[in-house]
């Protein structure tokens, strides 16, 4: 296959994986409403069941989701390298691929990214953020993005460690200082 057909099936395996990341993580809540709900059903214990296994069933599919995100970017985040590529090549896919994850995941998962849990969150999914750092719903985020101590990036501060030019990629680390 030529290098470009190659390329549009990377591509479409990457929308592929990213549509299944949601589907897989309500497996969980399918599987606690298959176990607690009771062997004899009318609507009114079925509504009751339901209500009452609501919080629990969206808690694991928010546990559920937040994992597979991460899992999926550390995954492609080793073919993310700082340097000169080609047009084409798996690094601009990384790229792509990654942030495309994380966009869906600031939206499924957005009281995520307004609360104490984002260094934690971010941490998971492989970037490196310092001790009393402030961050929101950042976009661009990926492996050579470094956080130093108490630093501070919200309200949707974009990142880009990619310029395109000339058929070439250039990919470089991203570092906020300390206190910044």
Known sequence: ASPRLRLKAIYATGMAVQNLLALL??????????????????AGSLLVTLVALAPLVALSFVVAYALL????????????????????????????????VMASARGILFPLYASVYTRSWLRLVGIEV????????????NRLTRFGEQSFATDDVVFSCAKARGGWLYVA????????
């Open 173 to 180: 680390p991203i570092e906020v200082g300390d206190r910044s």
């Open 130 to 141: 310092g001790k009393r750092t402030e961050i929101s719903t950042a976009v661009g985020l």
């Open 69 to 100: 995100v991460a899992v999926a970017v550390r995954a492609v985040s080793p073919l993310i390298k700082p340097g000169w590529h080609r047009d084409g090549a798996i690094v601009g896919w990384a790229l792509w691929f990654s942030e495309s």
């Open 25 to 42: 993580a309500a497996l969980p809540g399918i599987v606690l409403l298959t176990a607690l709900m009771p062997s004899r059903l009318t």
